[in-house]
């Protein structure tokens, strides 16, 4: 993900509030229900904060 990569870089706050309804993460594509999308960020684990 270069935005969460360049949010790291620039010492800016990045916060992963909703993956949408096709979330590809480590290679893998998930079809992920509209109820589901908020938690499924969540347990992503990419939120930094500086």
């Not at 993460?25 to 347990?43: E, F, I, S, T, W």
Request: aromatic share 10%; net charge positive.
């Amino acid at each position: 993900m270069e935005l969460h990569e360049l949010c790291i870089a620039n010492n800016i706050s990045f916060w992963f509030k909703q993956t949408g309804s096709r979330l590809i993460k480590d290679g893998r594509l998930y079809n992920v229900p509209r109820r589901l999308q908020h938690a499924q960020a969540r347990k992503a684990g990419i939120n930094y904060k500086p």
